[in-house]
């Protein structure tokens, strides 16, 4: 009968303490403002707002730091009337988040709007995302990553795909409804392979022309329709570099906005035996080699700025910590660290 008891009572425990989860409560909370236009609209009057200019986010620059400001909708409803801006701006945010308190957060972007009256008015600039993700806090990226994509998703989902007919936003932007046809569309990323190939002592790491000069990083390629993530990695690596996998691991997920919202399956992948030369696709790459760790470790000290030399050249460097290549990279290194000598 104790045991009895014992079990009812871990059980009702546990419930208390999921009901009472910040956790929980945080997401219950976000999934009402997505449901409930009139619960987001008076939200809206307490929450904070993102700047965002032509898809560009708003930055300010305090000493060495750039931060990432929030408005109250009061100090939004100040700076568009003195700019003499009258239309429903609030109808146009879109929702990104909130804090634990329940703050509720928006994003909103004024590409209708003077760009410099405003960098004026709030002593900022707006900034080309690639170099915002880079230069502000890390826990501050995801946050401009998922709203940029947001914002973005909106822009270019303003009529219905089957009726041609205008769509309409719920207040969150969480979806988007065409009511000629009933069809509602809501917000998707594309899912893409990563991976940091190695043959047991290397590690395979390539370029793009697009690249940065001397930038390496994973390999990586879209998951085509009905592919597994297992066939698509495997097929990437065969595709770019020539090379067939014997095994693979998967590391973890990132959500990315480039070149459009895409969902970052990262994994390790190992190839062996005698199948270890690499024959590169030209078309996808500019280059792709082996690392050894002494490189590799080398490589993860430099950056853009760092790497030029003298003469003009480049030595390898890898992308940053925000970007989970970065998180691959360091993997491979703790693991031949790790090895026994």
Known sequence: MAAIYQAVHRRASSLFCRFHSTYVKKMR???????????????????TFYLFHNLSPFLQKVGKKYLL?????????????????????IEKSVLIGCSDEHVPHFA?????????????ELQGSFTDLRKALFVVDVKDSPLLASAQALLRWHESHQYCSKTGQPTQKNLAGS?????????????????????LVSDGSRCLLTRQSSFPQGMYTALSGFCD??????????????????????????????????????LMIACHALVGGQQTEISMNSLELEEARWFGLEEVLEGL?????????????????????????????????????????
Request: hydrophobic share 30%.
């Open 175 to 195: 979806k988007r409804v065409c009511h000629a046809s009933g069809i509602t569309y809501y917000p998707q990323m594309s899912p893409v392979v990563i991976t």
């Open 29 to 47: 909370y976000l999934n009402e403002l997505k449901e409930d236009d009139d619960f987001c609209r008076q939200a809206q009057t307490s929450g």
């Open 225 to 262: 329709l009905g592919e597994s993530v297992e066939e698509a990695l495997r097929r990437e690596v065969a595709e770019e570099v020539g090379l067939e996998v014997e095994s693979f691991q998967y590391s973890a997920s990132q959500h990315w906005p480039f070149p459009s919202s895409c």
């Open 108 to 120: 909103l972007d004024l590409g209708a709007l003077e760009k410099s009256v405003i960098e004026s």
């Open 69 to 89: 400001p929030q408005l109250s909708a009061a100090e939004m409803k100040r700076i568009l009337e003195k700019m003499k801006e009258t239309e429903q701006w």
């Open 301 to 341: 000290k430099r950056d853009y700025t760092s790497s030029k030399q003298d003469d003009g050249s480049f030595l390898p460097w890898f992308p940053p910590k925000q970007a989970i290549a970065h998180k691959l990279i360091n993997e491979w290194v703790k693991q031949q660290t790790s090895r026994p000598t």
